[in-house]
């Protein structure tokens, strides 16, 4: 199975300053498609989760441009510009490449 | 409005069954990929079963695979998951989920496994 790992696994962050996570698959997520199936997800205290991007950067509907995702092949980043508040939760990383789809471990974002 | 609607969540006996239901509301989702994942209490988010639109395909993790079956009925926009063989380790919520040009999660099933 591909194993998605994600640093850091606590992120405190003062409201208004940027945050990163790195997601790291330990093999390329590119497709015979010629697609990277690469998701982020946010999992806000209580809810469901959420996606924020799909296909490594291509953003949701709704989802604030202060979000942002990159990277390729087996490397990839989630940033966040301006923390806020609304954005406490748990963010995922997950793989849709390979079967089994795989999940990072999260990656918990609370306010400094 | 978009709704996935899990149920049949319960407290099963190690080694019992449980049939769990997703009932979807505001679009119909027979052209898409509906998934069940699981979350432990306080864990991450694992993948369960994944059946394809036509449910002609069905994928399930190893763990899972021979004790839980993944089926669907496109007339009642509807997806199952059956589990037998229920082990203390599958005591999770359970999402149902649905992967289309967004992707929809229902707000999830508890299904507890204790004696």
């Known amino acids: 199975d591909v194993v998605m790992t994600q640093s850091p696994l606590s992120l405190p962050v003062t409201l208004g300053q940027s945050a990163s996570i790195s997601c790291r698959s330990s093999q390329s997520l590119v497709h015979s498609d010629g697609d990277t199936h690469l998701y982020w997800f946010q999992q806000r205290p209580g809810q469901s989760p959420r996606r924020l991007f799909y296909k490594v950067s291509i953003r949701d509907s709704g989802v604030p441009d202060r979000f942002s995702g990159s990277g390729s092949g087996t490397d990839f980043t989630l940033k966040i510009s301006r923390v806020e508040a609304e954005d406490v939760g748990v963010y995922y990383c997950?793989?849709?490449?390979?079967?089994?789809?795989?999940f990072g471990p999260g990656t918990k974002l609370e306010i400094k | 409005e978009v709704q996935l609607v899990e149920s049949g969540g319960d407290l099963v006996q190690p080694g019992g069954s449980l049939s769990l239901s997703c009932t979807a509301s505001?679009?119909?989702?027979?052209?898409?990929?509906m998934s069940w994942v699981r979350q432990a209490p306080g864990k991450g988010l694992e993948w369960v079963a994944h059946v394809s639109p036509d449910g002609s395909k069905k994928y399930y993790v190893d763990s899972m695979k021979g004790r839980f079956t993944i089926s669907r009925d496109s007339a009642k926009n509807s997806v199952f998951l059956q589990m037998n063989s229920l082990r203390a380790e599958d005591t999770a919520l359970y999402y149902c989920?649905?992967?289309?040009?967004?992707?929809?999660w229902g707000q999830g099933s508890l299904v507890t496994v204790s004696s």
């Open positions: 505001g679009f119909a989702p027979s052209n898409l990929w």
């Open positions: 997950m793989q849709a490449t390979h079967w089994p789809h795989t």
């Open positions: 989920v649905a992967w289309g040009a967004g992707t929809y």
